[in-house]
């Protein structure tokens, strides 16, 4: 008896395109992944836990990205973002970051960034507390620019990140002031 699942990339267009709102080149585009594998998971909570041992046995995780798992090594945003900046030679110290995510698989990175924006994973659905939550205890001085971080958004989509981020570039880290 074999998993129920769907690999990003097996989805056809239409139903890519209903999962993510992303149209179907943006969607095309989304699956070229070189470091996780995220995959629709139609199956029960119980063969999920015994998935993710299996494959902590071989050195990968699962983590949450909303609608997707993404099975991947274990790293996460940050330690990426850590990495890169290292390759160049450029000093976390010397950066004002502002972090966007919707999702578990971005709470390391929204919880080290000098300003965060929580998005909703889907239109319309509520913003997850256990996230927020998880980002207070990673680092509780988050928010360097306003105390109030991180800033919760409703919303999801391409657009309504975008305005989202403009605004807060635009406010330098304070954020919308519509939420």
Request: proline fraction near 7%; charged fraction near 20%.
């Amino acid at each position: 008896s074999g998993l129920n699942f769907s690999l990003f990339s097996e989805l056809n267009p239409r139903e890519l395109s209903r999962l993510t709102g992303l149209d179907p080149e943006a969607g095309q585009k989304a699956g070229q992944r070189l470091a996780s594998a995220p995959m629709l998971w139609r199956d029960s909570d119980e063969n999920l836990k015994e998935l993710v041992d299996e494959l902590s046995i071989k050195g990968l995780m699962i983590v949450s990205g909303g609608t997707f798992l993404h099975v991947s090594p274990p790293c996460d945003k940050y330690a990426a973002f850590l990495t890169i900046l290292e390759w160049q030679n450029v000093s976390r110290a010397s950066l004002k970051i502002l972090g966007c995510g919707d999702s578990e698989n971005d709470v390391s990175l929204l919880s080290n960034a000098d300003f965060a924006l929580l998005f909703s994973a889907k239109p319309n659905s509520p913003l997850i507390p256990h996230i927020q939550n998880a980002m207070k205890t990673l680092n509780p001085v988050i928010g360097r620019f306003d105390a109030s971080s991180p800033k919760a958004i409703r919303g999801a989509g391409p657009s309504v990140w975008g305005r989202a981020v403009k605004e807060a570039l635009k406010n330098k880290g304070s954020g919308p002031e519509h939420e």
